[in-house]
């Protein structure tokens, strides 16, 4: 009887640790509580950004100017332009803008190097068409000024300018412009010709902060 007895407590020590194996392999995994699961971050969408905040901003790029005027030469140049403001709408930005295209001349000075400059500083006003787009227009003065060794000179008068660009990047405080600028000065070069346009074309990229 014993070797029996015996017989049946090792089957049930030997069965009992697979059993429980069995059940941990047919049980399903634990589920996690929907309260630990981490929230996925959701995607940023552009939105017209709120009113009364500042507006900073630069742009860089190349570009021309030139005169109405028959056998004037454009001019190829470095495109710089500076501006801040205030956003006072959600699509309306009023702004103060300086626009400079830049020519460097050749001198017969050795240590000196000329530069032509068109330079138009205006009262803006940016509206955003949809967020990413936005259209620009301002009317201000200003001048062209050439400085090539000891021949200076200088043309004022009024001026306009407007442009069109899109935020490529565009974040809820800043954004990354793509733009194209057109302006254009009255000015008086005297002679046979008097009064003429100076105008200039320009694209650039920049950042500004809002």
């Given amino acids: 009887m014993r070797p029996v007895v015996a017989a049946v407590v090792a089957t049930a020590l030997f069965a009992r640790p697979a059993a429980a194996d069995d059940d941990e392999d047919t049980r399903p ?26 507006v900073i901003g630069f742009d860089f790029g190349i570009g021309t100017f030139d005169l109405t005027c ?13 501006f801040a403001g205030v956003q006072v709408a959600r699509r309306v930005a009023l702004l103060g803008e300086a626009w400079s295209m830049m020519h460097l001349l050749p001198t017969d000075e050795d240590d000196h190097t000329g530069l032509a400059a068109h330079t138009i500083p205006t009262a803006a006003t940016r509206v955003w068409v949809v967020p990413r787009l936005w259209l620009q ?18 043309l004022r008068g009024p001026a306009a300018a407007i442009a069109i660009g899109g935020e490529q990047g565009h974040s809820w405080c800043s954004g990354i412009d793509l733009s194209l600028r057109v302006g254009g000065t009255l000015v008086d070069v ?6 003429t346009l100076l105008y200039s074309v320009g694209g650039a990229a920049g950042f500004h902060w809002n």
């Fill in 29 to 54: 995994e634990a589920e996690v509580p929907a309260s630990e699961v981490p929230d996925e971050p959701e995607p940023y969408l552009a939105d017209f950004r709120h009113p009364w905040r500042l």
């Fill in 70 to 82: 028959g056998g004037c030469a454009a001019m190829g140049a470095v495109h710089v332009d500076f």
């Fill in 137 to 154: 227009a301002g009317a201000g003065v200003g001048w062209f000024t050439a400085d090539q060794g000891g021949d200076h000179e200088r």
């Fill in 190 to 195: 005297g002679g046979d010709v008097g009064r």
